[in-house]
C-alpha cells in the first residue's frame, strides 16, 4: 500500500495549515465510535466478548431481487415487490428526467436501490478499457446525480464472457475498473469476484437464482431457491448469506398477467421474520461493514465494560447502516456514547443488538455535479506531462465546508487507480489548490484508446447537510 502526499498550494484567502491533513491511498477511510455494556455481574464483564453478526439480529437468510435495464415495466414490478414485502435494485443504463420522475421515485419511495448497468449496454469485452471504465463511472455518476441516490451496485450487460476468447479487456481489468468505479457489488453470480481477481471482501455478490423472466415458473423458482440454500448451508457462501432472484422485469412477455404470477411464486418465500428483505446497496454496506470492522474491549469498570469499534465513514459505502453485533453473556442494558452522555440501544434477550453510526456519521443527503453546487465552485485540471492532477476549491457562501474528503478516481493507465484526500475546513472567502501527483503509468498502448475519464468525488458537510458533488473531466490523449 503506497502512501502518497499532497502538495498543497495557498490561493486567496489566508488558510490555516493546521486544516490541511496528509492523505492515504486506496483504503478504506474509518473512524472509531464507543459503545458502553452493562452485566449483572463483574464476573461476567470480565469474561465479556463482543462480535460482528454476519445478518442483523435474528435473521438468518437476506433475501432480494435484481431488475436490469431502463424499462418503464420495472414500475409494476416495484409494486409486485411492495406488495410482498420485498426489495430490489433496479439496474439502468441510460435515462432522462421524465424517466426518473414516473419511475426511478416510485422505486426509491418503495425501499429499493438504483445501479450500474452502463450508459450504453455494450458487451464489455469488444470495447475499450477507457471505454469500459467511462461506462461504468459515468453511469454511476449520472444515476446518482440525476437521482440524488447513493450507487454502489453493478450488473454486467449480456453477463461476463469467457475471457478465453480474443477481447478488448480482461475480466480481471473489467474488475479493476469496477473497483476504481466505486463499485461494491451488485446481483452477480456468487463466484464472480474470483473470476474479476477482486476478493470477496472487494466485490460483494449473490446468490443468484432465476424464476423465469418471460413465463414465471414456480418450480424453477422452489428449486433455484432451496438449491441456493443449500449452497449456503454448505458454506458455499462467497458472498455471505444471501439469495437474490433476477434479472429483468419481462414478466408480460408471454401472459398478460405475467407480475400476477410472479407475485404469486415470491409469496411462498414472503413475510417471514427470519427473513432480512433488502436491496443491494443495503446489503453491500452492512456486509463490507461486517467484514472490514474491529471490535476490541478498551476497559471494565466494575459491572461496565466499554468496547470500541473501528467502522467504515458511511459515504464511503452510500449506506448509513446500523451494525449488527453479539455480546456475550448477555448483558443487562447497551448505551453509545453522544459526547459525554450516553444514548440507550434497544437489547434482544441473547445479547445482540443494531449499532446505529455515532453522531455526525452519515451519507450523503445531496449529490450534485460540482457545476451545479451553488457557493463552491470546485474545478480540476489533469496534467499528462506532469502526470499530476491540481484541483481547486472555492467557498463562496456563507457557510463552513467541514470535513472535506476528495476521492480522486482514476482509468487503468494510472497503476494506482484510487487517491484519497482530506482537508478539514474551508471558511467562507477562502480558496484552496491541491496538487496531487498520479505516480506510474502503464506502458502499454492499449490503456490510451479513447478518452480518458477521471472522476473527483468531494463528499463534505455544507452547513449542516452531507454533500456530494462530482467533477468530470474527459482528457483527450491524442
Known amino acids: 500500500m503506497r502512501t502518497l502526499m499532497s502538495v498543497f498550494c495557498l490561493v486567496g484567502a489566508f488558510f490555516s495549515a493546521s486544516s490541511l491533513v496528509s492523505l492515504s491511498a486506496d483504503e478504506w477511510r474509518r473512524y472509531e465510535q464507543e459503545f458502553v455494556v452493562e452485566f449483572?455481574?463483574?464476573?461476567?464483564?470480565?469474561?465479556?466478548?463482543?462480535?460482528?453478526?454476519?445478518?442483523?439480529?435474528?435473521?438468518?437468510?437476506?433475501?432480494s431481487s435484481r431488475w436490469d435495464d431502463t424499462n418503464n415495466?420495472?414500475?409494476?414490478?416495484?409494486?409486485?415487490?411492495?406488495?410482498?414485502?420485498?426489495?430490489?435494485?433496479?439496474?439502468?443504463?441510460?435515462?432522462?428526467?421524465?424517466f426518473v420522475a414516473n419511475i426511478v421515485e416510485p422505486i426509491l419511495a418503495d425501499g429499493n436501490s438504483v445501479g450500474v448497468h452502463t450508459f450504453t449496454h455494450p458487451h464489455l469485452e469488444t470495447v475499450s478499457i477507457n471505454r469500459?471504465?467511462?461506462?461504468?463511472?459515468?453511469?454511476?455518476?449520472?444515476?446518482?446525480?440525476?437521482?440524488?441516490?447513493?450507487?454502489?451496485?453493478?450488473?454486467?450487460?449480456?453477463?461476463?464472457?469467457?475471457?478465453?476468447?480474443?477481447?478488448?479487456?480482461?475480466?480481471?481489468?473489467?474488475?479493476?475498473?469496477?473497483?476504481?468505479?466505486?463499485?461494491?457489488?451488485?446481483?452477480?453470480?456468487?463466484?464472480?469476484?474470483?473470476?474479476?481477481?477482486?476478493?470477496?471482501?472487494?466485490?460483494?455478490?449473490t446468490h443468484l437464482i432465476r424464476a423465469n423472466d418471460r413465463d414465471p415458473n414456480a418450480e424453477q423458482f422452489a428449486r433455484e431457491f432451496e438449491n441456493a440454500k443449500k449452497r449456503i448451508a454448505e458454506g458455499k457462501n462467497f458472498c455471505g448469506p444471501i439469495i437474490a432472484l433476477g434479472v429483468h422485469s419481462w414478466q408480460r412477455k408471454v401472459h398478460a398477467d405475467g407480475f400476477d404470477r410472479l407475485s404469486k411464486i415470491?409469496?411462498?418465500?414472503?413475510?417471514?421474520?427470519?427473513?432480512?428483505?433488502c436491496n443491494a446497496d443495503e446489503y453491500i454496506a452492512y456486509r463490507m461493514e461486517y467484514l472490514n470492522s474491529a471490535i476490541s474491549k478498551v476497559r471494565q469498570e466494575g459491572t461496565r465494560v466499554t468496547f470500541r469499534v473501528s467502522r467504515i465513514m458511511p459515504f464511503e459505502l452510500g449506506r448509513s447502516m446500523e451494525m449488527g453485533i453479539r455480546v456475550s453473556p448477555a448483558p443487562?442494558?447497551?448505551?453509545?456514547?453522544?459526547?459525554?452522555?450516553?444514548?440507550?440501544?434497544?437489547?434482544?434477550?441473547?445479547?445482540?443488538?443494531?449499532?446505529?453510526?455515532?453522531?455526525?456519521?452519515?451519507?450523503?443527503?445531496?449529490?450534485?455535479?460540482?457545476?451545479?453546487?451553488?457557493?463552491?465552485?470546485?474545478?480540476?485540471?489533469?496534467?499528462?506531462?506532469?502526470?499530476?492532477?491540481?484541483?481547486?476549491?472555492?467557498?463562496?457562501?456563507?457557510?463552513?465546508?467541514?470535513?472535506?474528503?476528495?476521492?480522486?478516481?482514476?482509468p487503468l493507465l494510472w497503476k494506482v487507480g484510487i487517491h484519497r484526500e482530506f482537508v478539514e475546513k474551508i471558511a467562507t472567502g477562502e480558496s484552496i489548490s491541491l496538487t496531487l501527483p498520479l505516480g506510474e503509468r502503464e506502458v502499454d498502448q492499449k490503456y490510451l484508446v479513447d478518452d480518458l475519464f477521471v472522476v473527483i468525488q468531494c463528499d463534505f458537510e455544507f452547513g449542516d447537510e452531507q454533500v456530494r458533488a462530482y467533477y468530470e473531466e474527459k482528457k483527450s490523449v491524442k
Not at 345 to 352: A, I, R, Y
Not at 363 to 377: D, F, H, Q, T, W
Not at 379 to 386: G, M
Open 266 to 277: 415470491i409469496a411462498t418465500e414472503s413475510n417471514k421474520a427470519e427473513y432480512w428483505y
Open 40 to 63: 449483572a455481574t463483574e464476573q461476567e464483564a470480565a469474561q465479556a466478548t463482543a462480535q460482528a453478526l454476519e445478518l442483523p439480529p435474528g435473521k438468518t437468510l437476506a433475501i
Open 73 to 98: 415495466e420495472h414500475l409494476l414490478m416495484t409494486k409486485t415487490l411492495r406488495e410482498n414485502g420485498w426489495k430490489g435494485t433496479f439496474l439502468l443504463n441510460g435515462f432522462n428526467d421524465h
Open 132 to 205: 469500459t471504465f467511462y461506462e461504468l463511472l459515468g453511469n454511476r455518476v449520472d444515476i446518482e446525480t440525476r437521482t440524488n441516490s447513493c450507487v454502489s451496485s453493478m450488473t454486467f450487460p449480456f453477463g461476463l464472457r469467457d475471457t478465453d476468447n480474443p477481447s478488448l479487456s480482461t475480466a480481471a481489468e473489467q474488475g479493476e475498473a469496477i473497483r476504481r468505479a466505486g463499485i461494491l457489488g451488485g446481483g452477480e453470480y456468487a463466484t464472480i469476484a474470483e473470476i474479476m481477481g477482486l476478493s470477496v471482501e472487494e466485490f460483494i455478490s
Open 332 to 410: 443487562t442494558k447497551v448505551a453509545t456514547k453522544v459526547g459525554a452522555s450516553e444514548r440507550l440501544v434497544e437489547l434482544c434477550d441473547n445479547g445482540e443488538f443494531l449499532l446505529p453510526h455515532a453522531e455526525g456519521q452519515r451519507s450523503p443527503a445531496r449529490i450534485v455535479l460540482a457545476r451545479n453546487l451553488e457557493g463552491v465552485k470546485i474545478s480540476a485540471t489533469t496534467d499528462l506531462s506532469k502526470n499530476e492532477r491540481v484541483l481547486t476549491i472555492t467557498n463562496e457562501s456563507d457557510k463552513y465546508l467541514t470535513n472535506f474528503h476528495i476521492t480522486t478516481r482514476l
